[in-house]
């Protein structure tokens, strides 16, 4: 199965743009790249996905790398409220018998 | 409202006692999938439906059942509860879409075995 590796924790300060890493080197060619976020308390959200070009949605950017073996989640202004932890997972028909895997995450710490 | 919902939110159970948390979804997703999340293992696939009466095993299978009698409903059952099993439960659903589609999760259930 395709699995994606995160850094444990990042840090950023408010109002700043975070730049959240994932590595995903055994990526299938039409395994999509998915970003979750889990708040504490909470359940998984989604916040955005990709297959080859960079998306762009209200939450967040999607950076794909041109082989595909990373990418990176994007927000752009950091708020407090983005504190959560950030899951890159991937999903697709050959990625391996439709088990979508999560990583242990990123862990982010946004400072006032 | 779209959703994904799951009962109860808190159970504490003892051990071997058998139970069933429901989780039912209003989006007419064909896929469906539990995970467990238990601290520094972040979230593991326990059982997965790609639609009605199609059910496969995730990474931790053991220990669980899942059912997938009608398309909205996905309920997982601990026949045999042990105290490994305490964990937090999420329920997922979305459209199949060959991965193009992302998830809805569910509110979460805690469980404790005693």
């Known amino acids: 199965d395709a699995k994606t590796t995160q850094p444990n924790s990042m840090e950023s300060n408010e109002e700043e743009p975070v730049h959240l890493p994932c590595n995903h080197s055994?990526?299938?060619?039409?395994?999509?790249i998915h970003w979750y976020r889990q708040l504490p308390s909470q359940g998984p959200e989604y916040v955005i996905h990709g297959l080859t070009s960079n998306v762009n949605n209200r939450m967040a950017s999607l950076a794909i790398a041109e082989d595909r073996k990373s990418s990176t989640l994007i927000l752009h202004r950091a708020t407090l409220r983005d504190a959560a932890v950030y899951y890159c997972i991937l999903r697709g028909t050959t990625s391996g018998t439709y088990k979508y895997i999560f990583g242990t995450g990123t862990r982010l710490k946004v400072l006032a | 409202e779209a959703q994904v919902t799951q009962n109860p939110r808190y159970l504490i159970t003892v051990t071997g006692k058998k139970l069933t948390v429901t989780c039912s979804q209003n989006?007419?997703?064909?896929?469906m999938s539990w995970y467990r999340q238990d601290p520094g293992l972040g979230l593991r696939q326990i059982y997965y439906?790609?639609?009605?009466?199609?059910?496969d095993k995730g990474d931790v299978p053991e220990g669980y059942k899942v059912s997938r009698k009608e398309k909205r409903n996905f309920p997982l059952i601990l026949e045999s509860p042990s105290p490994n099993q305490t964990s937090l439960y999420f329920c997922?659903?979305?459209?199949?879409?060959?991965?193009?589609?992302?998830?809805?999760f569910g509110s979460g259930t805690r469980l404790t075995v005693v």
């Open positions: 439906s790609m639609n009605v009466e199609v059910t």
């Open positions: 997922a659903s979305s459209f199949l879409g060959q991965g193009s589609y992302g998830y809805t």
């Open positions: 989006m007419n997703h064909e896929y």
């Open positions: 055994t990526i299938s060619g039409t395994d999509y």
